[in-house]
């Protein structure tokens, strides 16, 4: 057992302990500071993982028998969930005056939420993937209906534990009954063995049910019903964390487990995939317009956004169905060198909504008018963000979505489905603009100002839009060496 391998995930939980002790003697009124604090402590941790064993010696190593892995991939998402846990801790300090009480709780619970988004980036077993999920759901069912004095709360929390327990069971059925036929709980293993049972039907009914249970956490059709009513009622630095965060955790599971386990069956639902990519994309788009709430509205263009992360995966499936090994992983990269992108334009998004909503009963739309008036910065980055979401240069989304649209146009001489599901990304872009753009035109154009005040900004804050902001812009103008960590990080599927 190779525990120094775990240092990352320990430091994380003991963090999260100590947050909760610290609790006991603080005074109530420099318990906010906690957040800076874990806040700080997280950046350390993302900045020592470029020189610590996370980078050199460990990577290719695995602990517990193999159910816990130490690779480029793991090592890529552990980086993206830290620094994604440092932004939305600094959120939350700026939210905190809005909870009544418990506010070191909600800390500790948003840092083992990250614990086990840490240890779902290393899982190759599924003993590991399903813990790892459920710590990373049960924190959330809290972290979700944590205002309790707030109906829209309660409500996003019951659909959320209620929907989320109905994925659970699908996913530890499907594991069930692929262990029954297959006799593997670790994904290598598995992987020497699933072609043998592409053609059983117990099997099959097994990847589709687990399946169904990672679909739920990444929000694709048809188990995104969820999302929109959990983003609107759950405090906002929840939803922010759910949106990155539990997205990208759903999605480093769901490409390990089809390219590392089952590649040979993966190969063969090419099509499937293409499907469920086109239908989450306009489902997304289509639903998003008649939004006024921009939580809500920021629901379903997740769901979009689900869908276009799913462009790189199809094109991966359809690659190895082509027998197309040494461009095998431009679907993959694409997907991780975008989730990078809306790591920050998500953040930054929610950033401004906890500053310019907080002192307003709603969160529609309409509470942006005069926006640049009050805050000219804040106006810029929602807009910016806004602009990198719909993928128009010179901003992270645009590269982005060029990556995975050339990664899927690549496939198509060999599957022309991949053609159509290209032309589907491209209208629910174009759809994308509308809505928008509507949030730019509130912000800049709208004269009904519900508030006239300025937005004061302390500079923790200022620190973080600005890090959002320098993220975005980075990534769209000098996006290589993102791209090639990403390239580097997929090549343990193509083994």
């Not at 020189?51 to 552990?78: N, R």
């Not at 190969?267 to 997304?284: H, P, R």
Request: proline share 3%; net charge positive.
């Amino acid at each position: 057992m190779n525990l120094s391998l775990m240092s990352l995930e320990i430091a994380v939980v003991a963090l999260g302990l100590l947050v909760l002790l610290a609790d006991l003697w603080l005074p109530v009124e420099r318990k906010r500071m906690l957040g800076y604090a874990a806040a700080a402590v997280l950046a350390v941790l993302f900045l020592n993982s470029f020189t610590s064993h996370c980078s050199c010696a460990a990577i290719g190593e695995s602990a517990f028998g193999g159910m816990f892995v130490q690779d480029g991939l793991s090592v890529f998402f552990k980086r993206l969930f830290l620094l994604a846990g440092a932004l939305v801790l600094m959120l939350t300090v700026e939210f905190s005056d809005r909870v009544a009480a418990g506010i070191a709780e909600y800390y500790s619970l948003i840092i083992f939420a990250l614990a086990g988004m840490l240890f779902a980036a290393s899982s190759n077993d599924f003993a590991m993937l399903f813990v790892s999920i459920e710590l990373i759901t049960i924190t959330f069912y809290v972290l979700t209906s944590f205002t309790r004095g707030k109906v829209a709360a309660l409500e996003a929390g019951v659909k959320y534990l209620i929907l989320g327990a109905l994925s659970s069971a699908f996913m530890i059925y499907g594991i069930a009954l692929v262990w029954g036929t297959t006799g593997k709980f670790n994904f290598n293993e598995l992987a020497m063995v699933a072609g043998n049972f592409a053609g059983n039907k117990l099997f099959l009914f097994g990847v589709l049910f687990i399946l169904v249970g990672l679909g739920f956490k990444i929000a694709a059709f048809p188990f995104q019903i969820w999302t929109p009513d959990v983003y609107q009622g759950a405090p906002t630095p929840t939803t922010a964390f759910l949106a990155i965060g539990s997205k990208a955790a759903g999605f480093v599971l769901l490409v390990r487990f089809l390219f590392s386990a089952i590649p040979e069956v993966t190969a063969q639902w090419a099509n499937l995939l293409i499907v469920i990519s086109a239908v989450t994309i306009l489902y997304g788009n289509l639903c998003a317009i008649p939004q006024r709430n921009l939580k809500r509205l920021l629901g379903y263009s997740s769901i979009a956004h689900a869908g276009y992360l799913l462009l790189g995966v199809a094109a991966l499936a359809g690659a190895i169905a082509n027998g197309q090994s040494p461009t095998a992983n431009a679907g993959a990269a694409a997907v991780l060198y975008y989730l990078a992108g809306y790591l920050f334009t998500t953040v930054a998004a929610f950033a401004v909504i906890v500053l310019v909503m907080r002192h307003l009963d709603s969160e529609d739309v309409s509470g942006l008018a005069g926006l640049h008036q009050r805050s000219p910065l804040l106006a810029a980055t929602l807009t910016l963000a806004m602009v990198s979401l719909a993928g128009i240069p010179p901003l992270a989304g645009f590269f982005g979505k060029f990556l995975l649209l050339k990664a899927v146009i690549e496939q198509g001489a060999a599957n022309p489905g991949f053609y159509c599901l290209a032309f589907t990304a491209l209208v629910g872009v174009v759809i994308s603009f509308y809505y928008y753009f509507g949030v730019i035109r509130a912000i800049y154009w709208s004269k009904d100002a519900a508030e006239s005040s300025p937005i004061p900004l302390s500079w923790p804050m200022k620190l973080s839009v600005a890090a959002c902001v320098t993220g975005m812009f980075y990534l769209g103008l000098f996006p290589g060496a993102v791209v090639n960590a990403a390239a580097q990080a997929t090549r343990v599927l193509l083994h």
